[in-house]
T-cell receptor, first 114, second 117 residues
Framework: DADVTQTPRNRITKTGKRIMLECSQTKGHDRMYWYRQDPGLGLRLIYYSFDVKDINKGEISDGYSVSRQAQAKFSLSLESAIPNQTALYFC?????????????FGSGTRLTVV | AQTVTQSQPEMSVQEAETVTLSCTYDTSENNYYLFWYKQPPSRQMILVIRQEAYKQQNATENRFSVNFQKAAKSFSLKISDSQLGDTAMYFCAFMSRRGGGADGLTFGKGTHLIIQP
């Protein structure tokens, strides 16, 4: 099994719908991150969490919310999806003691909002 | 805040050639890491190489090496003897060592590298 699992892998949804992207990890890492990738823009940080009570906004948090249900689970929600939220979404975990080698990415969720 | 700039949206070279991907960054910090990530069509993010800012020696990993110029804030990736499997998006990324990288990674916009047979 993958260390960081994202579900679903692909999703098409309609404008205005609520959607949740899920991420679970078996790395035992406290730190978890959500990034968004757009063509020509690279990856940008949406939210990050250091534990279930510590949630932080990233560069582009507007229109998104997150929930850290447990150390192993970190979900990203779009309350009312809009077409410009069409993107590839990555979840990642990190181990601060490994100096950057500790990042593990999921396989991504490709979200299309029509 | 830091920024990472990749000025080559796309590059194409012949198999077995050497190619260099450019990256510049801007930061006021002195202690940080720089990375190159590879993203093949499978979309997995794969760490290619890491450079520690306080180390003058350039990192190397088999066919991959970097040219790290700290004063110029430049961090290029050289791929020698390029192979078809090197075809991918390549992202340059910055991580502050403050708080063990608590703020996450800052990525450039990426370079799409195509290796022609």
């Amino acid at each position: 099994d993958a260390d960081v699992t994202q579900t679903p892998r692909n999703r098409i949804t309609k404008t205005g719908k609520r959607i949740m992207l899920e991420c679970s990890q078996t790395k035992g890492h406290d730190r978890m991150y959500w990034y968004r990738q757009d063509p020509g823009l690279g990856l940008r940080l949406i939210y990050y969490s250091f534990d279930v009570k510590d949630i932080n906004k990233g560069e582009i948090s507007d229109g998104y919310s997150v929930s850290r249900q447990a150390q192993a689970k970190f979900s990203l929600s779009l309350e009312s999806a809009i077409p410009n939220q069409t993107a590839l979404y990555f979840c990642a975990t990190s181990d601060p003691d490994r100096g950057g080698y500790g990042y593990t990415f999921g396989s991504g969720t490709r979200l299309t909002v029509v | 805040a830091q920024t990472v700039t990749q000025s080559q949206p796309e590059m194409s070279v012949q198999e077995a050639e050497t190619v260099t991907l450019s990256c510049t960054y801007d930061t006021s910090e002195n202690n940080y890491y720089l990375f190159w990530y590879k993203q093949p069509p499978s979309r997995q993010m794969i760490l290619v190489i890491r450079q520690e800012a306080y180390k003058q020696q350039n990192a190397t990993e088999n066919r991959f090496s970097v040219n790290f110029q700290k004063a110029a804030k430049s961090f290029s990736l050289k791929i020698s003897d390029s192979q078809l499997g090197d075809t991918a998006m390549y992202f340059c990324a910055f991580m502050s060592r403050r708080g063990g990288g608590a703020d996450g990674l800052t990525f450039g916009k990426g370079t799409h590298l195509i290796i022609q047979p």
